[in-house]
């Protein structure tokens, strides 16, 4: 269900026809309600008989607003008498026209949340907080930190309204302003609010300008469990000004939008992420990449140290971050609250690989939060959050290959994990149960590895795996053979297909699988190894372990050894946008995120 929102600019007084204009849309479309980004009145202190008249006419009635309406303060004051209405009405200039207050949040009946930071910065906040208590202070059109921090605690807000830009909010953006026009002056506060709350949309205005940025999406915090929303920034130019810029702005809002859906294509990183960098590095990680040891006893400066190995990538330029602005969004294929699908960028199998899919399947499970390893996490109950919905989505594929494959294919995961890692993931692809069952996957995997010289596999008991049973550096893989999906006494004929069975899953395999869908394992069929990679020792004389490895295993296994390189087989982004598309569709009554 969506509801009709729109949002004009500065209206600088001009009530008689912006009202007319509202009433033609609202007949046609019917506006939950409106929104005026900006000054709604005219200056006070500019003369204006023109305007006083209309000012007049709203507030006998004369003129009458169409629909629910709100507003905030602007740039300038609100003219005396509005001052005095609101403060003997509750708020209400007219009917349907309310004021949101200068901080403030608003749950409209349908339940969309609006947050307000309306005039600019005080630059003498101390003589105005004096005056705090009076009714003129309240309607002013300045505010102070503590007005924009008494807004950071509102959570699920859909609205954001500030009559100031965020200050670096063009920052990532690949939309430019329009010819001739500047960027107005940010506000730090702006931008650090719409951090805190993160809305779907941040509204504000400019007297000739309309600039709408691309997407963008927030990183993921400590302190929220909210991770990966996007925002939407749009500047509304004044009504009636000169250039003839867009001043309104209609739209579809969501009232209950589906978290699962993959970021915009156009999204890019958040802008405001490097915002902190500038307010300098704390003490202590100053003197942790310091390259000198500290100071001898004596006094003397001690030996120079051997300079410390970058740190490794964050968020902002890790591939599997989706707050990094280069992320391929259109991979993502389900996102759910600590981990999220991707297919798999130059994917070792493809649409043609199994016939039983019409997709490739190889697939990235990756988790939201930016971490090396998933016992590296610092929250143990994220950590724990992490795994589990890992597995549950690595079930949830499982089964729905199994499915679609009328038991033919069972599915392979592996993982690489290393403390110097960038980003954990696992890695899923199916592969025929008559290589499974006989052991083959197995012997390959110990084969390669003996061959490479690593060291030797140990099976694990999958029932007792956690996402620190193991806190060294390893490489595990999960074998999954489809399990009560297909009968052992009736094997299926290598190459005999069952009408459709290939393209559609069948009602029954779906109920059976449902309970491992839940996390129980089920009766599936299911071998876990894990090889244990010893630490790097201080001579370096460590056999790099080849990242590549489980993909070159199975590459050999299905006779796919010119896809070995994942460089050299990089799809079109016609051919992964059709990729994901399939999949998703297939995935769908599986996808618990949805």
Same mark, same amino acid.
């Given at each position: 269900?969506?509801?009709?929102?729109?949002?004009?600019?500065a209206?600088?007084?001009?009530?008689?026809?912006?009202?007319?204009?509202?009433?033609t849309?609202?007949?046609?479309?019917?506006?939950? /309600? %409106?929104?005026?980004a900006?000054?709604?009145?005219?200056?006070?202190?500019?003369?204006?008989?023109?305007?006083?008249?209309?000012?007049?006419?709203?507030?006998?009635?004369?003129?009458?607003?169409?629909?629910?309406?709100y /507003?905030?303060?602007?740039?300038?004051?609100?003219?005396?008498?509005?001052?005095?209405?609101?403060?003997?009405?509750?708020?209400?200039?007219?009917?349907?026209?309310?004021?949101?207050?200068?901080?403030?949040?608003l749950?409209?009946?349908?339940?969309?949340?609006?947050?307000?930071?309306g005039?600019?910065?005080?630059?003498?906040?101390?003589?105005?907080?004096?005056?705090?208590a009076s009714?003129?202070?309240?309607?002013? *059109?300045?505010?102070?930190?503590?007005?924009?921090k008494?807004?950071?605690?509102?959570?699920?807000?859909?609205?954001l309204?500030?009559?100031?830009w965020?200050?670096?909010?063009?920052?990532?953006?690949?939309?430019?302003? *329009?010819?001739? !026009?500047?960027?107005?002056?940010?506000?730090?506060?702006?931008?650090?609010?719409?951090?805190?709350? =993160?809305?779907?949309?941040?509204?504000?205005a400019?007297?000739? @300008?309309?600039?709408?940025?691309d997407?963008?999406?927030? $990183?993921?915090?400590?302190?929220?469990?909210?991770?990966?929303? @996007?925002?939407?920034?749009?500047?509304?130019?004044?009504?009636?000004?000169?250039r003839?810029?867009?001043?309104?702005?209609?739209?579809?809002?969501e009232?209950?939008?589906?978290?699962s859906?993959?970021?915009? @294509?156009?999204?890019?990183?958040s802008?405001?992420?490097?915002?902190?960098?500038?307010?300098?590095?704390?003490?202590?990680?100053?003197?942790?990449?310091?390259?000198?040891?500290?100071?001898?006893?004596?006094?003397?400066?001690?030996?120079?140290?051997?300079?410390?190995?970058? $740190? *490794? $990538?964050?968020?902002?330029?890790?591939?599997?971050c989706?707050s990094n602005?280069s992320?391929?969004?259109?991979?993502?294929?389900?996102?759910?609250?600590?981990?999220?699908?991707?297919?798999? &960028?130059?994917?070792?199998?493809?649409a043609?690989?199994?016939?039983?899919?019409? /997709?490739?399947?190889?697939?990235?499970?990756?988790?939201?939060?930016?971490?090396?390893?998933?016992a590296?996490?610092?929250?143990?109950?994220?950590?724990?959050a992490t795994?589990?919905?890992?597995? &549950?989505?690595?079930?949830?594929l499982?089964?729905?290959?199994?499915?679609?494959?009328?038991?033919?294919?069972?599915?392979?995961?592996?993982?690489?994990?290393r403390?110097?890692?960038?980003?954990?993931?696992?890695q899923?692809?199916p592969?025929? +149960?008559?290589?499974?069952?006989?052991?083959?996957?197995?012997?390959?995997?110990?084969?390669?590895?003996?061959?490479?010289?690593?060291?030797?596999? !140990?099976?694990e008991?999958?029932?007792?795996i956690? %996402?620190?049973?193991e806190?060294g550096?390893?490489?595990?893989?999960?074998?999954?053979?489809?399990?009560?999906?297909?009968?052992?006494?009736?094997?299926?004929?290598?190459? =005999?297909?069952? *009408?459709?069975?290939?393209?559609?899953?069948?009602?029954?395999?779906?109920?059976?699988?449902?309970?491992?869908?839940?996390g129980?394992?089920?009766?599936?069929?299911?071998?876990?190894?894990?090889?244990r990679?010893?630490?790097?020792?201080?001579?370096?004389?460590?056999?790099?372990? +080849?990242?590549?490895f489980?993909?070159?295993?199975? %590459?050999?296994?299905?006779?796919?050894?010119?896809?070995?390189?994942?460089?050299?087989?990089?799809?079109t982004?016609?051919?992964?946008?059709?990729?994901?598309? !399939?999949?998703?569709?297939? /995935?769908?009554?599986?996808?618990?995120?949805r």
């Open positions: 269900m969506a509801c009709n929102v729109l949002v004009i600019g209206v600088n007084g001009h009530l008689a026809d912006i009202t007319q204009k509202l009433s849309l609202h007949a046609k479309n019917l506006f939950a /309600f %409106a929104i005026i900006g000054d709604l009145f005219a200056d006070p202190s500019a003369s204006d008989p023109r305007s006083d008249e209309e000012l007049t006419a709203l507030l006998n009635g004369s003129i009458s607003v169409p629909c629910t309406t /507003f905030t303060v602007g740039q300038h004051p609100l003219p005396p008498r509005v001052i005095e209405r609101l403060a003997s009405s509750e708020g209400e200039v007219c009917e349907n026209l309310f004021f949101l207050g200068k901080s403030a949040t749950s409209t009946a349908a339940g969309i949340r609006v947050a307000a930071l005039g600019r910065l005080d630059a003498n906040p101390t003589a105005s907080t004096s005056a705090r009714a003129i202070d309240e309607y002013s *059109p300045l505010h102070t930190a503590a007005d924009a008494r807004l950071h605690g509102a959570k699920e807000v859909d609205i309204l500030t009559a100031v965020p200050a670096g909010i063009r920052r990532r953006s690949r939309i430019a302003l *329009p010819a001739g !026009a500047e960027e107005p002056a940010g506000s730090e506060l702006a931008a650090e609010l719409c951090t805190r709350v =993160k809305p779907r949309y941040h509204f504000s400019a007297p000739e @300008i309309f600039f709408e940025r997407p963008f999406l927030h $990183p993921s915090s400590e302190e929220s469990t909210d991770s990966g929303r @996007i925002t939407r920034f749009i500047s509304l130019a004044s009504f009636r000004n000169n003839k810029h867009k001043s309104l702005y209609a739209f579809k809002l009232l209950h939008p589906d978290r859906a993959p970021p915009p @294509i156009d999204t890019t990183g802008p405001f992420s490097l915002m902190a960098r500038k307010q300098g590095v704390p003490l202590e990680a100053r003197q942790k990449y310091s390259r000198f040891a500290a100071a001898a006893p004596d006094g003397r400066p001690a030996k120079r140290a051997r300079p410390p190995a970058p $740190p *490794p $990538p964050g968020p902002e330029q890790c591939f599997f989706l602005p992320v391929a969004t259109h991979l993502v294929t389900s996102i759910g609250t600590e981990a999220y699908l991707t297919v798999a &960028r130059g994917p070792l199998s493809t043609d690989t199994f016939a039983a899919l019409p /997709f490739s399947a190889h697939v990235l499970i990756i988790p939201v939060s930016h971490s090396a390893t998933l590296e996490m610092a929250d143990a109950a994220e950590r724990d795994f589990a919905e890992m597995m &549950r989505y690595r079930r949830a499982h089964d729905m290959v199994v499915s679609y494959s009328a038991g033919r294919l069972g599915t392979v995961t592996w993982e690489v994990n403390r110097v890692g960038v980003h954990a993931h696992w899923f692809l592969l025929g +149960d008559d290589l499974i069952g006989k052991g083959l996957v197995e012997a390959a995997f110990k084969v390669e590895a003996e061959n490479d010289k690593y060291p030797a596999f !140990a099976t008991d999958a029932s007792t956690t %996402a620190v049973s806190t550096d390893f490489f595990r893989v999960w074998i999954s053979r489809p399990g009560i999906t297909k009968s052992e006494s009736e094997p299926i004929p290598e190459g =005999k297909r069952e *009408p459709e069975a290939e393209l559609q899953p069948a009602a029954a395999t779906k109920a059976e699988t449902t309970a491992r869908t839940a129980d394992g089920g009766a599936t069929d299911e071998k876990c190894m894990i090889m990679l010893p630490p790097p020792s201080s001579a370096g004389d460590r056999r790099p372990f +080849d990242l590549q489980g993909r070159r295993v199975l %590459a050999k296994l299905l006779g796919l050894e010119s896809r070995m390189n994942w460089k050299a087989s990089m799809q982004e016609a051919d992964e946008v059709a990729d994901v598309e !399939a999949l998703k569709k297939a /995935f769908q009554p599986w996808d618990f995120a």
